[in-house]
T-cell receptor, first 116, second 112 residues
């Protein structure tokens, strides 16, 4: 079974440009999460999809960030326009919804974004 | 917002030594998790704890869910070079299909 994949692995852009990150979850996983780690700080939650619906987007920093999951499969996270403080590692994670409530979130390798 | 205070921030040890790290919070968590991140990779789950007081082992790793639900520790016994990486604690307040709240991580260096 393939793991969570993310594309691109690295992205270097200039302030004001647009970048789109993609996440392909593990097949059959209805939960999809986006997290971000800014250097030296903790990994922080951005948002949570259940299938194609946004379950929790309380961690989205501002309206320059737009996440979509059309069809409930892969997800994209677009940053437009990018600012310097958006630099960091963006992780995607996916999991199955289990009746017992226990959940294992499987993480992708991350996209390292640098805004110059 | 919810915070997990993880310590120590970094550790430098000799191969064969035991390691201990912990996380505390002012809030109650119903699930505690420990992840490890290798360079260039995403976090990988090591141990999950679902009940207060639970003590769980995974090979040389042992973790405990504090009775108060506000803390957890991770022990690594007889460290080896491949234990190098960043260890993160994480918690869920409800448990299941919910965001993870992470600590800042403990960077472990093991000298052969």
């Amino acid at each position: 079974e393939a793991g969570v994949t993310q594309f691109p692995s690295h992205s270097v852009i200039e302030k004001g440009q647009t970048v789109t990150l993609r996440c392909d979850p593990i097949s059959g996983h209805d939960n999809l999460y986006w997290y971000r780690r800014v250097m030296g700080k903790e990994i922080k939650f951005l948002l949570h999809f259940v299938k194609e619906s946004k379950q929790d987007e309380s961690g989205m920093p501002n309206n320059r960030f737009l996440a979509e999951r059309t069809g409930g499969t892969y997800s994209t996270l677009k940053v437009q326009p990018a600012e310097l403080e958006d630099s960091g590692v963006y992780f995607c994670a996916s999991s199955r919804i289990l009746a017992g409530g226990q959940e294992t979130q499987y993480f992708g390798p991350g996209t390292r974004l640098l805004v110059l | 917002g919810q915070q997990l205070n993880q310590s120590p921030q970094s550790m430098f040890i000799q191969e064969g030594e035991d390691v201990s790290m912990n996380c505390t919070s002012s809030s109650i968590f119903n699930t505690w998790l420990w992840y490890k991140q290798d360079p260039g990779e995403g976090p990988v789950l090591l141990i999950a704890l679902y009940k207060a007081g639970e003590l769980t082992s995974n090979g040389r790793l042992t973790a405990q869910f504090g009775i108060t639900r506000k803390d957890s520790f991770l022990n690594i016994s007889a460290s080896i070079p491949s234990d190098v990486g960043i260890y993160f604690c994480a918690g869920q307040t409800q448990g299941g299909s919910e965001k993870l709240v992470f600590g800042k991580g403990t960077k472990l260096t093991v000298n052969p």
